[in-house]
């Protein structure tokens, strides 16, 4: 199993994340830059948190338009792996790989803090070592972290159970129905806006964000 994390001018969470994947959990690993046009030797693509772009427009707006988000596109739809990570949440809706859109915090805010999650899916790869509700707690850092989607978009994604993760106790940003983490409807595409590799070493006190990486790997042992 391959790790592709991408490079954005301006991603400042490329290298946790391959700290997780690569020194913390031993998967093969490496660095996509953001112009590059071949992915096939990766198994699942990590879109980091950070600033892409500085933010400019929108956050998102621009990476969504890197020439390696098409190939990402398509490495969706053949049905592998993507997960995008606080910036690289807002990049996959901008891309439309995920419905709905980040917007400003309700109060304006930056916000870096902790915050309680509960996990409203444990039969996907990437949570298949959580608990059905079970409530964990990673590290946010966001100003547009807030999740809208239209009424008709929310109620689809409730119906389908593409609610991953929700805000558990006080909501830090206004996310609509508590949401802090959706899925597509194949479950391949995941997009959370809370670190998960931010909280998986255990020097700091914390590993509940890598039993997600380590489902995803578990995932890959038990079909080779």
Known sequence: MKFGVL?????NCD??????????????????????TDIND???IIVPGGFSYGDYLRCGAIARFSPVMEEVINHAQKG?????????FQVLTESGLLPGVL????????????TPLKVERNNLPWTQNYSQGEVI???IAHGEGRYYADADTLAALEDNGQVVFRYHGE???????????????RGNVLGMMPHPERAADSALGNTDGLRLFEG????????V
Request: proline content about 4%; aromatic content about 8%.
């Open 103 to 114: 917007t400003r915090n309700e109060n304006l805010h930056f916000i870096c803090d902790r």
């Open 7 to 11: 490079v954005f001018p301006g991603s």
């Open 80 to 88: 592998k792996f993507v997960i995008g990570i606080c910036n690289g």
């Open 216 to 223: 995803l790997l578990g995932q890959f042992a038990a079909l």
């Open 137 to 139: 707690t990673l590290p």
């Open 42 to 44: 990766i198994d699942v």
């Open 171 to 185: 909501n830090p940003n206004g996310s609509l129905n508590n949401i802090a983490g959706i899925c597509n409807l």
């Open 15 to 36: 290298r946790d994340s391959a700290y997780v994947t690569r020194d913390l959990l031993g998967a093969a690993t490496r660095m996509v830059w953001h112009q590059e």
